[in-house]
């Protein structure tokens, strides 16, 4: 869970300074680490963030 949540803040911080090649890169990465369905409840807000930057602004 720990390992999700740093790579969604460092997706969020890579599209903020513009490079969205990297977030997308990192946002795969957080998305494929295997979570439990308790591990996955817990990191909910931490997906949604991975989730927005695939979202046009």
């Not at 997308?24 to 949604?48: G, I, N, Q």
């Amino acid at each position: 869970m720990e390992r999700v949540r740093l790579l969604a803040l460092r997706a969020d911080v890579a599209h903020r300074l513009g490079d969205d090649e990297h977030a997308h890169s990192l946002a795969a990465e957080a998305s494929a680490v295997h979570l439990t369905p308790a591990e996955r409840t817990s990191v909910t807000d931490d997906l949604a963030r991975l989730t927005g930057l695939s979202d046009p602004a």
